[in-house]
């Protein structure tokens, strides 16, 4: 009899053998992902509820205020420079821009920086009355046309704890600006149109401690009648 026993791996004839190895596990299933928190991405603005929405850039300002939605409060949420138009349509009749967002989402203090000097490089309303409210914010402008342009119609404008630097204001002769613990001076800043007046309006209202620098004569023009100026109580 052969004593010769066979080793793992070998058949009875000294040959190596394939020896079966063990499956191989299962990989683990990737964690899910964390629930996401706090603002959520809209069409690239962040929108904060269904009436208020961040913007970082001119394009998402110049969407949210034309477009279809029910957003009446905007944030900047970053310096903007636009140099086009942008027509607030006849839906919207009460606009809140701010340039100071919530400190949950970032906080801070921006500017609108309006780097046109054409008739239409501004704010225009689309052909009825409504209101558009600048708050918090520093605006830097080119153009004599003003921020904000009535197209004819009784409009209100506020500015609440704004700086504003720039040749004319507001261009809304059938319109109401109104000024509250605002610093505005007009001038002629790089590359912009000659300084004029503060405003070309209907009325003016003045309130807070609003500052008025303008070497400008007059300093508002009004272009429409009944007209006058109100003083607010502090």
Same mark, same amino acid.
């Given at each position: 009899?052969?004593?010769?026993?066979?080793?793992?791996?070998?058949?009875?004839?000294?040959?190596?053998?394939?020896?079966?190895?063990? &499956?191989?596990?299962?990989?683990?299933?990737?964690? &899910?992902? &964390?629930?996401?928190?706090? @603002?959520?991405?809209?069409?690239?603005?962040?929108?904060?509820?269904?009436?208020?929405?961040?913007?970082?850039?001119? #394009?998402?300002?110049?969407?949210?205020?034309?477009?279809?939605?029910?957003?009446?409060? *905007?944030?900047?949420?970053?310096?903007?420079?636009?140099? #086009?138009?942008?027509?607030?349509?006849?839906?919207?009749?009460? %606009?809140?821009?701010?340039?100071?967002? @919530?400190?949950?989402?970032?906080?801070?203090?921006?500017?609108?920086?309006?780097?046109?000097?054409?008739?239409?490089?501004?704010?225009?309303?689309?052909?009825?009355?409504?209101?558009?409210?600048?708050?918090?914010?520093?605006?830097?402008? %080119?153009?004599?046309?003003?921020?904000?342009?009535?197209?004819?119609? @009784?409009?209100?404008?506020?500015?609440?704890?704004?700086?504003?630097?720039?040749?004319?204001?507001?261009?809304?002769?059938?319109?109401?600006?109104?000024?509250?613990?605002?610093?505005?001076?007009?001038?002629?800043? #790089?590359?912009?149109?000659?300084?004029?007046?503060? &405003?070309?309006?209907?009325?003016?209202?003045?309130?807070?401690?609003?500052?008025?620098? #303008?070497?400008?004569?007059?300093?508002?023009?009004?272009?429409?009648?009944?007209?006058?100026?109100? *003083?607010?109580?502090?």
């Amino acid at each position: 009899a052969d004593s010769t026993s066979s080793l793992p791996g070998q058949d009875e004839d000294g040959q190596s053998e394939s020896v079966p190895q063990p &499956a191989a596990k299962p990989s683990a299933a990737p964690p &899910a992902e &964390a629930p996401m928190v706090g @603002p959520q991405a809209v069409d690239q603005q962040t929108e904060i509820d269904a009436n208020t929405v961040i913007v970082t850039t001119y #394009a998402e300002l110049s969407a949210v205020v034309t477009g279809a939605n029910s957003y009446t409060l *905007i944030y900047l949420g970053a310096d903007i420079e636009g140099s #086009a138009g942008i027509t607030i349509p006849s839906g919207k009749t009460n %606009l809140v821009i701010s340039g100071s967002p @919530p400190e949950e989402y970032g906080g801070g203090r921006y500017r609108w920086y309006q780097n046109g000097t054409g008739s239409s490089n501004n704010f225009s309303f689309a052909d009825s009355a409504g209101s558009i409210s600048f708050r918090q914010m520093d605006i830097l402008a %080119l153009n004599y046309y003003g921020i904000v342009n009535d197209n004819g119609a @009784p409009v209100t404008v506020t500015l609440d704890d704004v700086k504003y630097n720039g040749p004319e204001g507001f261009y809304v002769w059938n319109g109401t600006v109104r000024f509250i613990d605002s610093t505005i001076t007009i001038e002629q800043p #790089a590359g912009a149109n000659v300084a004029q007046e503060v &405003a070309e309006c209907r009325n003016v209202v003045l309130g807070g401690a609003t500052t008025i620098t #303008a070497n400008y004569n007059p300093i508002f023009q009004y272009r429409s009648t009944p007209s006058g100026m109100t *003083i607010l109580d502090n």
